[in-house]
T-cell receptor, first 112, second 112 residues
Framework: KAGVTQTPRYLIKTRGQQVTLSCSPI?????VSWYQQTPGQGLQFLFE???????NKGNFPGRFSGRQFSNSRSEMNVSTLELGDSALYLC???????????FGSGTRLTVV | KQEVTQIPAALSVPEGENLVLNCSFT??????LQWFRQDPGKGLTSLLL?????REQTSGRLNASLDKSSGRSTLYIAASQPGDSATYLC???????????FGKGTKLTVNP
């Protein structure tokens, strides 16, 4: 059974650019969440999607957005990149509420 | 607002030792609690999931307990091995939300 797949694994972008990260959940999982991990702030919740609807959103600026497709695959987009956006971005999927989460390996984003 | 604290931040032990990692949370109205392991630069690996109605879960050399009333969970690792060296993260699932609130983690080093 394939796990949660995130692409790309590594990304280097310049300030002001935008970036799109992709996440393919485990087959049959309909909930997809995104987290940002930095050394200073730890893991912080970005947003969660279920059946193409955003159900929850964390305390991040509007530059951070996401979507979920009908096949449950999800993308997140960050526009007008800032140096502080450099982080490991993790995606997690779950079949339903209360079943726990399976995380992907993450996308390491470096903004220069 | 839920806050999750993990103590100690770092722990170094000799191989073979039994050890306990601690996690505390401020709001006892949780849905579940999940322990993860993270190797450097990698994603999260789920270790144990405890539902709010459960007191403990076991997997191999790992045992996690949950005391909702006191806002505490412990992860017990028996007969530690160098391969157990990693950062261990505790995450609380809130009722009515798919958001996980993470602690900052305990970095464990098991010395041969």
């Amino acid at each position: 059974k394939a796990g949660v797949t995130q692409t790309p694994r590594y990304l280097i972008k310049t300030r002001g650019q935008q970036v799109t990260l992709s996440c393919s959940p485990i087959s049959g999982h309909r909930s997809v969440s995104w987290y940002q991990q930095t050394p200073g702030q730890g893991l912080q919740f970005l947003f969660e999607y279920f059946s193409e609807t955003q159900r929850n959103k964390g305390n991040f600026p509007g530059r951070f957005s996401g979507r979920q497709f009908s096949n449950s695959r999800s993308e997140m987009n960050v526009s007008t990149l800032e140096l502080g956006d450099s982080a490991l971005y993790l995606c997690a999927s779950s079949p339903r509420t209360g079943n726990g989460y399976t995380f992907g390996s993450g996308t390491r984003l470096t903004v220069v | 607002k839920q806050e999750v604290t993990q103590i100690p931040a770092a722990l170094s032990v000799p191989e073979g030792e039994n050890l306990v990692l601690n996690c505390s949370f401020t709001d006892s109205a949780i849905y579940n609690l999940q322990w993860f392991r993270q190797d450097p630069g990698k994603g999260l690996t789920s270790l144990l999931l405890i539902q709010s109605s459960q007191r403990e879960q076991t997997s191999g050399r790992l045992n996690a307990s949950l005391d909702k009333s006191s806002g505490r969970s412990t992860l017990y690792i028996a007969a530690s091995q160098p391969g157990d060296s990693a950062t261990y993260l505790c995450a609380v699932g809130q009722g009515g939300s798919e958001k996980l609130v993470f602690g900052k983690g305990t970095k464990l080093t098991v010395n041969p």
